[in-house]
Structures are given as structure tokens and as C-alpha cells.
């Protein structure tokens, strides 16, 4: 009951350049193969050392499971934590996510993401 199907994804996730104190702002849209989306906005708390970094990231969304797994309600809080490293503007890293309502509705069965990040510094 709880395990979904494996799936492929794309997110596109963007950071606005605002800071409030450690953490950065972002929002996220994800679609998988079979129409699942989520939409989100939060906050990520980048820590870099030289061209490596690291990034947790705490985002609370809206999901449509489409013909998807569904999650179980439509509030959906999206984190995980990302290792990369970028150089000349451009990243790559390699990341895991949790996505679930955190119990806010009655079946919470949370799916989870291994990703591969491509990135692009724009400033």
C-alpha cells in the first residue's frame, strides 16, 4: 500500500536571491510521468566550502497526484538534503528528497526522490 511505482521526474527548482539571515528563498514545480505534480515555495539553507556545497531545503507545496501515487491530501511538505559542486556559474549535485502532509490528513504514505541536479548560476 505505501510503496510507489518508480517514476521519472523533472523539477525545476529557483532560487530568488532573497536571503532571510542563513536561508535562501525558492519555489519548485515537479511533474512525473504520469501527471503528478507538485508546486511549492520555502526555504533552502545553502553552506558552501570552496566549489562544494550543501543544501537542505524545507518547502511546503500543493500536489495533484494525477495518475500518480497519491499522497493522500493536497498539502504537501517537500524536504531533503543536496551534496554538489559548481564551478564557473554552472553545479552539479546529487540529492534526496521526502514528500508527504506530515500527518495533517489521514493516510500519509510520503514518496521519496534520488535526484541528479544540473544547475546554472544566474546573477
Known sequence: ERRAAP?????????TG????????????S???HGATWLG???????????FYAELH???GLYWPGDGFDLGGPMVF???IELGVE?????????????????IFGRNPGIE????????RVD
Not at 564551478?87 to 502532509?101: A, E, T, W
Open 31 to 33: 511533474s512525473d510521468e
Open 87 to 103: 564551478l564557473f556559474g554552472h553545479g552539479v549535485g546529487i540529492g534526496y528528497d521526502h514528500r508527504s502532509h506530515a500527518g
Open 113 to 120: 526522490t534520488v535526484m541528479l541536479r544540473l544547475g546554472r
Open 41 to 51: 515555495y520555502g526555504l533552502t539553507w545553502p553552506v558552501r566550502l570552496g566549489p
Open 78 to 80: 517537500r524536504s531533503g
Open 58 to 60: 524545507l518547502m511546503p
Open 18 to 29: 532573497r536571503q532571510f539571515g542563513p536561508f535562501a528563498e525558492a519555489a519548485g514545480l
Open 7 to 15: 517514476s521519472d521526474e523533472s523539477y525545476l527548482r529557483v532560487q
